[in-house]
């Protein structure tokens, strides 16, 4: 099997976009096996398909069927490519993506290096405090549900120099009800952000760049502080800004921006890989 691929960093957070048409129930399998260190290698891969709705240029169906923003931007990013755009111009792309009701926005701009792009990101389903189990000990937690993704928000100061060690066991032994999660190790002081973001039975991977973590980490603060805010949270491959709205008491948009790079394009070869 021969696949076409584009791979792009999105603030460091490697995704692999595949442009051969693979029906959806070989999709997990094979992302898993692209992504895998001996492969093409990345941290999360997503499948380019036709899109259904007149208003959006494709759809981007991620390889556990979750909601991605930097994938989502990545693509929109390659798309604007396409169209050898310079530096200073902009595009608007509409996107279908999984685990989003209704084609997203994307505003892609041309920089001297790479791609700027912005995204309005989907509201959460609910953000609530839940209460989990670890080595003996409850813990009060703030989770996010996005579409197709859960977040749980961890003050980094609490687990302190096992904070890592810490989260990769909770994400071994917490039932959570999502097939992908984050567990996000948040900094308020320093304003940094550790996602760690499992696949249930694909991968765990200390993201360098997380857009849906970094929105779970801005809609549960403006909700906690009851006001619009704009963050830019530090993470291992650099800066990610979230936009808030908030009014009358709820939020109302969410802004993802992220820089992007495209960083290779070339063809996989599988031996034969899932069903």
Request: net charge negative.
């Amino acid at each position: 099997m021969e696949l076409s691929f584009i791979k792009l960093s999105p603030n460091g957070n490697m995704t692999l976009l595949v442009e051969t048409p693979v029906p959806r129930n070989r999709q997990l399998a094979i992302g898993k096996r692209l992504i895998a260190t001996d492969h093409v290698g990345a941290e999360q891969a997503g499948f380019i398909e036709p899109a259904r709705h007149p208003q959006a240029a494709a759809r981007l169906q991620m390889m556990a069927g979750e909601f991605c923003g930097n994938a989502t931007l990545s693509l929109a990013c390659w798309l604007f490519s396409k169209e050898h755009p310079n530096p200073g111009e902009q595009a608007e792309i509409h996107l279908e993506v999984s685990g989003a009701d209704a084609p997203v926005s994307c505003r892609i701009t041309k920089q001297a290096q790479g791609y700027l792009g912005t995204l309005s990101m989907p509201l959460p389903q609910r953000v609530t405090t839940k209460t989990y189990w670890l080595s003996g000990r409850s813990y009060a937690l703030q989770t996010v549900e996005l579409p197709g993704i859960h977040h749980i928000i961890v003050p980094k100061a609490l687990w302190g120099e096992q904070a890592k060690q810490m989260a990769e066991l909770a994400a071994a032994q917490w039932d959570i009800p999502s097939e992908a999660f984050g567990i996000l190790l948040f900094d308020a002081d320093t304003m940094t952000l550790e996602p760690l973001v499992c696949v249930k039975g694909v991968s765990l991977i200390w993201e360098h760049g997380c857009g849906s973590g970094t929105t779970a980490v801005g809609a549960a603060l403006a909700l906690q502080q009851q006001s619009s805010l704009t963050l830019q949270l530090k993470q291992t491959g650099g800066v990610m800004e979230i936009t808030a709205q908030y009014h009358e008491h709820q939020l109302t948009a969410l802004y993802l921006t992220v820089q992007i790079q495209i960083v290779a394009t070339g063809i996989a070869h599988l031996e034969s890989c899932g069903k």
